[in-house]
């Protein structure tokens, strides 16, 4: 069966760093690109980026830019999102889904709910 | 950026009635057009991609058209289980933007 798999609920403070995890399931990890999209609390769905797992090469939403870190390790078959100093802001669910510019975002992960307070 | 607006942004209907949502691209993205279902508290579900092409296990009430710039998602025969909020979404450039959703309610 075809799945990503997150890791679990984070709770951190603002100013911490963190990094979150996307493992793939079922498929040739390399064969697709992953994204990452942001739920706020109550919002709509808000891409954040991409990455294309064979050559790690990354596009990133002006939205997030110069905020998050997209990357992956194709020995382990698993996409990573990371930040290098949380706002509160941040505080959302983090999806990653398998994604093709044709077929769309068609595997998602389970989502990992991220939440940033003093 | 590409911006996508969907209407409407809420929607009251009755269990068998048609239903269509519509998005719009602020320039033409092909037939770059994604449709998602999400209910509360879960995770996103593709429902159409390329405008018009149905994802494996989707119920054939569910259709969507266009291309270029507008486009529409049609449920035809409205079911309990599809009261949710649907999402458009292009993937023709980056940032693959979504558009800002459309609540279905009883």
């Known amino acids: 069966e075809v799945q990503l798999v997150q890791s679990g609920v984070e709770v951190k403070k603002p100013g911490e760093s963190l990094r979150i995890s996307c493992k793939s399931f079922g498929y040739s990890f390399t064969s697709r690109w992953i994204s990452w999209v942001r739920q706020m609390p109550g919002k709509g769905l808000e891409w954040m980026g991409r990455i294309d797992p064979g050559d790690s090469y990354t596009t990133y939403s002006p939205s997030f830019q110069g905020h998050i870190t997209i990357s992956a390790d194709k020995s382990f078959n698993t996409a990573y999102l990371q930040w290098g100093s949380l706002r509160a802001s941040d505080s959302a669910i983090y999806y990653c889904?398998?994604?093709?510019?044709?077929?769309?975002?068609?595997?998602w992960g389970q989502g990992t709910t991220v939440t940033v307070s003093s | 950026d590409i911006q996508m607006t969907q209407s409407p942004s809420s929607l009251s209907a009755s269990v068998g009635d048609r239903v269509t949502i519509t998005c719009r691209a602020s320039?033409?993205?092909?037939?770059?057009l994604n449709w998602y279902q999400q209910k509360p508290e879960k995770v996103p579900k593709l429902l159409i991609y390329?405008?018009?092409s149905s994802q494996t296990g989707v119920p054939s009430r569910f259709s969507g058209s266009g291309s270029g710039t507008d486009f529409t998602l049609t449920i035809s025969s409205l079911q309990p289980e599809d009261f949710a909020t649907y999402y458009c979404q292009q993937t023709y450039t980056t940032p693959y933007t979504f558009g800002q959703g459309t609540n279905l309610e009883i």
């Open positions: 320039q033409t993205i092909s037939s770059n």
């Open positions: 390329a405008a018009s």
């Open positions: 889904a398998r994604t093709n510019s044709r077929y769309g975002l068609d595997v």
